[in-house]
């Protein structure tokens, strides 16, 4: 019965604004906004410039693509690039990029430390640290994946040293070389996690002389037919002798060659070198001569070919150095930082552009102190750039871990 009378209800309701068609038009007007009108009346157009002009709707972005923010990530300001006078032994002038450093805050740092080995993981992001010197000789493993710095604690490892040069190939970091208290050493070792244990290289062939120092690269070419990853090993010194020799140790039959390039680099120490990965070409920088000299020449190795070409110098350049590092991001650049100069240890961060073969001084805000005997690495896209750890001119050792993006 209840049921009956509310349906009667409804229907009567019904009725009574069909009975009213008229009023409809006159209550629903008002609420109908503006922009809602039909566009073909002409009529609205004289009064267009009357009206505010509507907020303007950005495009939605791609689905999958994130935002690109750009805030300031260490204070400042983005400029474009300027021409200003700079001191010391560079010329007035100079191109100068400013961008953004900011430093790692994680507390669970490594020790300091300074002439360890390092290298990155740039399609995870994972950075390994092992050995280098502060107080004494250090042989500890650290690893960092993006959530601070971990500790490992291998099966296996090598013995403590200094001065050893490390680069990933594939997925697992290799160090070469380094000293300890009283020895040089020349092995191979690779980390693999499982079983989270140092492994060494058992080689054959030609093999380097024991150093410390060298500079390192992995060609990694799945192309070549049989498909084989070297490891390129040049300069560095010993207690004997300054290096300036270069081997290939094939990765997949663990052979040494020294393959003995035409006009190589002169001797030296304290030299800077990156890879290039792409197309598979070493680069150094700098250093110091046997007569203690500093150096600011930079070469490049073809190894295919086995000739060092040395690039001639660029309009501006940095100067003379030893204990910069140098390390290549995919764009085909090459990011020069600190080391110690006839000036003094600076915090200069240079880049080259590989392909118009030009310097540019970067001026960016926050930077980290000046160093020297520091490491660097840069992540696959060169959005990243990492530094760890060095000694300052106080001769400290430094644990800093900073970023610094383009």
């Not at 030609?206 to 799945?222: C, H, Y």
């Not at 660097?376 to 300052?392: T, V």
């Amino acid at each position: 019965m209840r049921r009956s009378f509310w349906l009667l209800l409804a229907a009567v309701f019904w009725l009574a604004a069909c009975a009213s068609p008229a009023a409809a038009p006159a209550t629903q007007a008002p609420a109908q906004p503006a922009e809602q009108r039909p566009a073909a009346q002409p009529t609205e157009a004289p009064a267009a410039p009357a009206q505010p002009a509507p907020a303007a709707t950005l495009a939605p972005l791609p689905t999958g693509v994130p935002p690109k923010l750009n805030p300031p990530r260490s204070g400042g300001v983005l400029n474009p690039p300027t021409n200003v006078p700079t001191p010391g032994n560079n010329p007035a002038g100079i191109e100068v990029k400013r961008d953004f450093w900011r430093e790692d805050v994680s507390t669970n740092r490594p020790p300091a430390r300074y002439d360890h080995a390092f290298a990155f993981e740039f399609e995870v992001y994972t950075m390994i640290t092992f050995g280098g010197r502060a107080q004494s000789t250090l042989g500890d493993t650290w690893i960092t994946e993006g959530a601070g710095w971990s500790q490992l604690s291998p099966k296996v490892t090598p013995s403590p040293r200094f001065g050893a040069a490390a680069v990933y190939e594939s997925t697992y970091p290799l160090i070469f070389g380094g000293q300890s208290d009283n020895q040089f050493f020349s092995d191979v070792w690779k980390y693999k996690s499982p079983p989270n244990a140092w492994e060494q290289i058992a080689t054959t062939g030609n093999a380097p002389a024991p150093r410390v120092g060298a500079s390192i690269g992995v060609e990694t070419n799945p192309l070549r037919e049989p498909y084989h990853n070297l490891l390129f090993v040049t300069h560095g010194y010993s207690d004997r002798a300054y290096f300036n020799d270069t081997f290939v140790l094939d990765l997949t039959t663990n052979t040494w060659e020294e393959i003995s390039p035409v006009n190589r680099p002169s001797k030296r120490k304290g030299q800077a070198g990156a890879f290039d990965a792409r197309q598979g070409k070493l680069f150094l920088f700098g250093g110091q001569d046997v007569a203690g000299n500093l150096m600011g020449d930079l070469w490049e190795l073809d190894p295919a070919k086995r000739i060092w070409t040395k690039i001639p110098p660029s309009r501006v350049q940095p100067s003379p150095r030893s204990g910069a590092s140098l390390t290549y991001d995919f764009n085909r650049r090459l990011w020069l930082f600190g080391g110690e100069t006839n000036n003094g240890m600076t915090n200069e961060l240079w880049m080259y552009d590989i392909a118009s073969k030009q310097w540019s001084l970067i001026d960016a805000s926050n930077k980290p102190s000046a160093r020297s005997r520091h490491k660097s690495a840069c992540s696959y896209d060169g959005e990243s750039c990492y530094i760890f750890g060095g000694q300052n001119a106080n001769g400290n050792a430094l644990n800093d871990l900073w970023i610094y993006t383009p």
